[in-house]
Each structure stands twice: as structure tokens, then as C-alpha cells.
């Protein structure tokens, strides 16, 4: 007969080795994505140096004040957190994708609820909960790509398994399934961008669009599925601009920034 303490102790041993098989590192890292990173980070931080100095001295009587504000609360919080996204299995987040999108979804269309959505430059973005303010958008631009990574990872496996059936089955299963993806791409895609057009938040909802139209290209999914993409990007595009009309504005100055000095 065991006693309760035992039971106990089982439960802490049970859970502790769950904690370490989520938090175990499987492999290297990929120094070569990691130099591309420490690139980058210092590249803008040499440039955040120099283009916010003057306003810095001007406004609080140093030159790093900026960038002082940006190390402590930008760059060492995002290393510690990239850290720990490191530690972090890759099938632990593959399992809880579907779950942190949805969670996000929900919250994005939480600003729209009147005592909680706050309003900002005639744009619903963000959400005030107390002394807490954030806007969801920010969050789905990395839960969205875990979740469509973590689903055409899982596509892809499904294809690799139905090209070890016998061929008269897997001629079927090719013309179905791709069809199949394609649809499910667009709908979770057009909900976002419905609930990102109604606040609206167009920058967000391009750099989404465009990133998740190349992780659908880069997977190895048939080039009419892109080709489509493209055309109902195009559509979407030309439809957001004739509603309103200011938007063809800032596309202008995007490209030709001379037409606009003042940006």
C-alpha cells in the first residue's frame, strides 16, 4: 500500500519531467539566422543613436535618452524572451499555435467593445484594461505565424505519408487536399483581415498578408494556389484604396518619398 506522500511525490516527478520535455532544446540553433539577428539589432541601434540625439538633447538634456529607454525596456526584455522562446520545444508550440491565434483573435475583436476598445487617431486599435493598454494587432503578427507554420508543417507531413500509398489512391488524395488547404488558407486569412480592416489597421494587415503569402509559397504548395493569392491580394488592394482614396496617397509617398517631404 502506498502512502499519500508517495502519491505526491509521484505527481511533483510527473509534472517536473513535463516542464523539462517542454523546455528542452532538441539540436543547434541556426547561427546563421542567429548573425542575421545581431545584425540587425546592432545595425539599429547604431541608427537609433544617431537620428534620435538631437531630439533627445533637446527634449530631456542628453543625447541617449532614447537610446537608453530602448536598451533597457526594447532589447533586454526581447533577448530575455528570445531566450526563452529558444528553450521551448517545437511540438509544444505546434500543439498550443491553434490555441494562442484564437486567443489573439478574440482579443482582437474585444476593441470594439465600447468600455474597453480604446479610440486613437480615428483608428480602434488598441485595448484599455486598467492601467494596461496594448493593441492585439502587435501580438498576431507572431501568433499568426506560429500557427501557419505549425499548419503547413502538418500538411506537409500529411502529403509526405499519402506519397507512400499505392498510386491509384494517392492521384485521388493529390487532387483533393490541395484544394482543401488553399480554402482554409483564405478563410482564416480573410478573417483577420475583416476584423484589421474594420479598426482599421492596414500596415498590420499588409505585412501579415505578404508574410503569410510567402510562407504559403515557400511550402511547396502548387504555384496556381499562389498565383490566386496574389490575384485576390491585388483585388483587396485596389478595393481598400477606393474606399478610401487617401491610402493610394500613402502608397505614392512610400514609393517616390520626394513627393512628400514632410512624409
Same mark, same amino acid.
Given at each position: 500500500m502506498r502512502s499519500k506522500n508517495e502519491g505526491g511525490d509521484e505527481t511533483i516527478v510527473s509534472s517536473t519531467n513535463t516542464l523539462k520535455s517542454m523546455v528542452k532544446v532538441s539540436g543547434r540553433p541556426d547561427y546563421i539566422l542567429v548573425g542575421v539577428v545581431v545584425i540587425l539589432i546592432v545595425l539599429g541601434i547604431l541608427i537609433l543613436a544617431s537620428v534620435s540625439a538631437?531630439?533627445?538633447?533637446?527634449?530631456?538634456?542628453?543625447?541617449?535618452? +532614447?537610446?537608453n529607454h530602448q536598451l533597457l525596456?526594447?532589447?533586454?526584455?526581447?533577448?530575455?524572451? !528570445?531566450? %526563452?522562446?529558444? #528553450?521551448?520545444?517545437?511540438?509544444?508550440?505546434?500543439?498550443?499555435?491553434?490555441?494562442?491565434?484564437?486567443i489573439n483573435l478574440i482579443l482582437l475583436a474585444m476593441v470594439f467593445l465600447p468600455k474597453i476598445g480604446a479610440v486613437a487617431g480615428g483608428a480602434t486599435r488598441w485595448l484599455s484594461m486598467g492601467p494596461i493598454s +496594448?493593441?492585439?494587432?502587435?501580438?498576431?503578427?507572431?501568433?499568426?505565424?506560429?500557427?501557419?507554420? !505549425?499548419? %503547413?508543417?502538418? #500538411?506537409?507531413?500529411?502529403?509526405?505519408?499519402?506519397?507512400?500509398?499505392?498510386?491509384?489512391?494517392?492521384?485521388?488524395?493529390k487532387r483533393i487536399y490541395p484544394l482543401r488547404h488553399l480554402i482554409a488558407f483564405l478563410l482564416v486569412i480573410g478573417l483577420i483581415s475583416l476584423l484589421l480592416i474594420f479598426q482599421p489597421d492596414i500596415s498590420t494587415l499588409g505585412v501579415i498578408v505578404l508574410v503569410a503569402a510567402l510562407m504559403y509559397f515557400l511550402a511547396n504548395t502548387p504555384l496556381w494556389h499562389s498565383i490566386l493569392i496574389i490575384l485576390i491580394g491585388a483585388g483587396g488592394l485596389f478595393s481598400l484604396i477606393k474606399l478610401a482614396p487617401y491610402r493610394a496617397a500613402r502608397l505614392l509617398v512610400f514609393f517616390e518619398p520626394g513627393t512628400d517631404p514632410m512624409g
Open positions: 538631437p531630439l533627445s538633447q533637446e527634449r530631456f538634456g542628453t543625447t541617449y535618452y +532614447f537610446l525596456f526594447g532589447l533586454i526584455p526581447g533577448l530575455i524572451l !528570445a531566450f %526563452l522562446a529558444f #528553450r521551448i520545444r517545437l511540438d509544444f508550440l505546434k500543439k498550443w499555435a491553434p490555441i494562442l491565434l484564437l +496594448f493593441q492585439p494587432a502587435e501580438f498576431l503578427k507572431l501568433t499568426f505565424i506560429l500557427y501557419l507554420a !505549425a499548419w %503547413l508543417t502538418s #500538411r506537409t507531413e500529411i502529403e509526405k505519408g499519402f506519397s507512400q500509398t499505392p498510386k491509384p489512391q494517392r492521384r485521388v488524395e
